[in-house]
Each structure stands twice: as structure tokens, then as C-alpha cells.
């Protein structure tokens, strides 16, 4: 898909994508962010609908469905309520409190965290959600330690596109996840969203094997559930000599983790030692 923005509308080359106008809005906006969100919700949801709706009080630019079908409820020139009690320092240093004044908000719709039950894992509905679409990973914030939906393919393709076009069409240089600005108080896109990898497609550097890195261990190397060595493992075995990791977060010389699996998909997360670590 190429995207282009026109009249503050996201086009799919010459026509618009589906619009479906939420009344819950602010003002004018002159966006310096984009905002990562999930929307906590299955496929039987309309999200979009939901947002069009006074009695939601929310909104978001856009909704983005599970088979990569956009949808947009608030022009980008004016103020969504996505973002909620926020705050982030830009690059510069500049602090921003209340990201909806500042930002276009992405709702990717997703589950966001599982609860694992006797028979697998289930939504926060208590919806089954198929095993091989869930990661197990620890938020980096530390909440909650458990399972998480996997993102779609075309959930990922239409992100990259849309916020590629919006990032050029507004000068923004700055990402941020709803758990970056809301941090203890929300946890979406979390750990299932590869945010670095993202973030390189969007500005167009040089594809996500930047982050991609090598085990060099011959004995191993332990996945921590926090930056350093008094946190306990995440897994009982070490990683083997060679598995594949992408970085998510650098805090010191701890680097915050997704494992990837024989066939090259997510598994799980935690910090290593970035000592071990050497590019692929
Ligand atoms: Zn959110």
C-alpha cells in the first residue's frame, strides 16, 4: 500500500480510506508525535464505530484492523482523545504534558495482554486466542508478566505505510508507545510491538536487521526479567550459543530482548548482557 496524505486525509493512492467521523475531539492540531496504541479488543469489534460514538468520549486518527484494513476518525490537523493523563521530553529536551494536544494516536486492534488458563490463553473477555499468535513476554515497565497478542503481517505493513506517510507529511521524528508517555498506567502497544524495528522501516533506515543480533555464548546466556544480574531468569535454560535476538532497549549494558524461534518468529523477551551480543 502507498499512502499519501491530502486535505489531512489518508489516501489510498487517489481515494480516501474509509472515514467514519468520531465527534469526540479538540481543537486544532499541529502534530509532533505519533502515538502506538492497542486496542485491547477481538475481531468482532468495530472500533472505529466505537469512536464514533459522543457517549466513548475517546477517539483516534486512525484504527487499523487485524487484516490491515485502515480506518480514519479524525482528520490529522485536528485534536483526537487517545492519549489521556500523558507526558514525554522531546529529543530536545522540550516537555509536553497531555500528548492529545500534541500527537496523532494509531489504535492497532489487538488483544494486548492474555491470561493463561487450563486450556490456553484468553483474552481479557475470557475469548480464546490461539497459542501460535501469542508471545510470552515481560512489558519493560514490568506489568503485565505474561502472554500477548501477536500483531498481524498486514497490521505491521499498514502501520509502517500510514505512519511513514503521516511522519513526512507533518515533519514528526518521534514515536512513542501509549506506555512511553502513560508509563504504570497503560502498557499498550507492549512487548508483542517491535517498536525499533518499526520505528527504522517508518524513517526508512536501513531495514529492522539493524536490531537483529547473535548469541555468542559457548555456556549460554541468561534472559533476565530486569537489567542486571539480581533479577531473576525468565527462562529456565540460557539462551543457547547463536539464537537470534531483536533488540527492543538498551538500559547500560543491559539490552532489553525479543527471542526469535527456529522459524524466525517471536517467542519471547527479557534483558541479556549486550556483551554477548554481536550483529547477525
Ligand atoms: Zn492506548
Known amino acids: 500500500m502507498a499512502f499519501k496524505i491530502k486535505a489531512h486525509k489518508l489516501m489510498n493512492d487517489s481515494s480516501a480510506v474509509n472515514f467514519v467521523q468520531s465527534p469526540n475531539v479538540g481543537g486544532k492540531l499541529d502534530p509532533r508525535f505519533l502515538v502506538i496504541h492497542y486496542t485491547a479488543?477481538?475481531?468482532?469489534?468495530?472500533?472505529?464505530?466505537?469512536?464514533?460514538?459522543?457517549?466513548?468520549?475517546?477517539?483516534?486518527?486512525?484504527?487499523?484492523?487485524?487484516?490491515?484494513?485502515?480506518?480514519?476518525?479524525?482528520?490529522?490537523?485536528?485534536?483526537?482523545?487517545?492519549?489521556?493523563?500523558?507526558?514525554?521530553?522531546?529529543?530536545?529536551?522540550?516537555?509536553?504534558?497531555?500528548?492529545?494536544?500534541?500527537?496523532?494516536?494509531?489504535?492497532?486492534?489487538?488483544w494486548g495482554p492474555l491470561k493463561k488458563t487450563g486450556s490456553g490463553w484468553v483474552s481479557w473477555t475470557g475469548q480464546p486466542v490461539d497459542a501460535g499468535k501469542v508471545i510470552e513476554a515481560r512489558h519493560k515497565f514490568g506489568v503485565p508478566n505474561g502472554g500477548w497478542e501477536i500483531y498481524t503481517e498486514a497490521q505491521i505493513e499498514s502501520s509502517i505505510d500510514a505512519a511513514a506517510a503521516i511522519c513526512k507529511a507533518y515533519g514528526i521524528d518521534e514515536i512513542v508507545g501509549h506506555d512511553d508517555i502513560s508509563p504504570g498506567r497503560k502498557s499498550d502497544p507492549g512487548p508483542a510491538w517491535t517498536m525499533s524495528s518499526f520505528k527504522a522501516k517508518v524513517f526508512g533506515r536501513s531495514q529492522?536487521?539493524?536490531?537483529?543480533?547473535?548469541?555468542?555464548?559457548?555456556?549460554?546466556?541468561?534472559?533476565?526479567?530486569?537489567?542486571?544480574?539480581?533479577?531473576?531468569?525468565?527462562?529456565?535454560?540460557?539462551?543457547?550459543?547463536?539464537?537470534?535476538?531483536?533488540?527492543?532497549?538498551?538500559?547500560?549494558?543491559?539490552?532489553f530482548v525479543t527471542v526469535l524461534n527456529s522459524s524466525g518468529q517471536m517467542d519471547f523477551s527479557g534483558w541479556v548482557h549486550g556483551g554477548f551480543l554481536f550483529e547477525a
Request: aromatic residues 6%; contains cysteine; neutral net charge.
Open 208 to 255: 529492522s536487521d539493524d536490531n537483529l543480533m547473535i548469541v555468542r555464548s559457548p555456556s549460554g546466556l541468561n534472559i533476565r526479567s530486569g537489567p542486571g544480574m539480581e533479577h531473576a531468569a525468565v527462562r529456565p535454560d540460557p539462551l543457547p550459543d547463536g539464537t537470534k535476538v531483536v533488540v527492543q532497549e538498551a538500559n547500560g549494558n543491559w539490552r
Open 41 to 110: 479488543s477481538g475481531p468482532g469489534s468495530d472500533i472505529a464505530a466505537y469512536f464514533s460514538k459522543p457517549a466513548a468520549k475517546v477517539s483516534a486518527h486512525l484504527v487499523i484492523r487485524r487484516d490491515g484494513s485502515v480506518s480514519q476518525c479524525v482528520p490529522f490537523d485536528e485534536v483526537a482523545f487517545h492519549a489521556g493523563d500523558s507526558r514525554w521530553t522531546d529529543k530536545t529536551g522540550k516537555k509536553f504534558i497531555g500528548l492529545n494536544k500534541f500527537s496523532i494516536g494509531i489504535e492497532i486492534e489487538n
